[in-house]
C-alpha cells in the first residue's frame, strides 16, 4: 500500500474536500441525529428485522405521517382562530407524561455529538400568527427549561433557521424521531 501511495504524482493539483474518489466531503452535520426509540436487541435475532431496519423503518413511517393532518382527524383545528377560545380548561394540567417516547432532558441528550458539540433537534411546533390561527410550522430545539417546562426553539424554512425564536410546551412539540401516536 506504501508503494502506492509513493507512485501518485507529485503535480496533481490540490483540492481542499475531496475525497481520493473524487467525491466531495459531506457537509458537518448542522441537526442531531436523532433516531426513533425501538425496543429491539442489539444482536440480531434471526426471523426479526434487524435493529437498523426497524429504526429506519419507524424513522420512515413518523416522517411519513402528518400532524396537522392526525389532529383534524380528531377534530383538532388549530388553524381555526376560535378554536382555542372553544376550550373550556386549558390543556396543559391534564398532560399525562407517563407514555412519552423520551424525558426532555434526553431528548436534549440525544442533541449531543461525540465531541461533546451541541447540534439542535429537529421538531415541529405548534406556530400562532397575528390572527390566532396556529399551525406546525419546522424549528430547531436548542434547550429544555426545567422550571417552566418549556423546549427553546428556533423557527427553520426549507432547513434554515429564519432567526424568530420561541418556547414551547412539550405538547406543542414534536421531535422528528418521536412517535406519532396516542
Not at 135 to 150: I, L, Q
Request: net charge negative; charged share 30%; hydrophobic share 35%.
Amino acid at each position: 500500500m506504501l508503494a502506492l501511495i509513493s507512485n501518485v504524482p507529485q503535480d496533481l493539483p490540490k483540492h481542499e474536500n475531496v475525497f481520493c474518489s473524487g467525491l466531495a466531503d459531506p457537509e458537518p452535520h448542522t441537526v442531531a441525529d436523532a433516531k426513533p426509540k425501538v425496543i429491539e436487541p442489539f444482536e440480531h435475532v434471526p426471523a426479526h428485522a434487524p435493529r437498523k431496519v426497524t429504526v429506519e423503518r419507524r424513522r420512515r413511517l413518523y416522517a411519513s405521517l402528518d400532524i396537522e393532518e392526525l389532529l383534524l382527524e380528531r377534530g383538532i383545528d388549530y388553524g381555526n382562530p376560535t378554536f382555542d377560545a372553544q376550550r373550556w380548561l386549558p390543556l396543559e394540567p391534564f398532560d399525562d407524561t407517563s407514555y412519552d417516547d423520551r424525558l426532555p432532558e434526553e431528548w436534549i441528550d440525544l442533541g449531543y455529538d461525540d465531541e461533546g458539540r451541541f447540534l439542535p433537534l429537529e421538531a415541529k411546533g405548534l406556530w400562532w400568527d397575528e390572527a390566532r390561527s396556529g399551525s406546525w410550522k419546522e424549528c430547531h430545539v436548542y434547550a429544555y427549561e426545567t422550571p417552566e417546562n418549556k423546549f427553546s426553539v428556533r423557527w427553520t424554512e426549507k432547513g434554515k433557521e429564519t432567526g424568530e425564536s420561541g418556547s414551547l410546551l412539550r405538547m406543542q412539540l414534536l421531535f422528528k424521531a418521536s412517535s406519532r401516536s396516542a
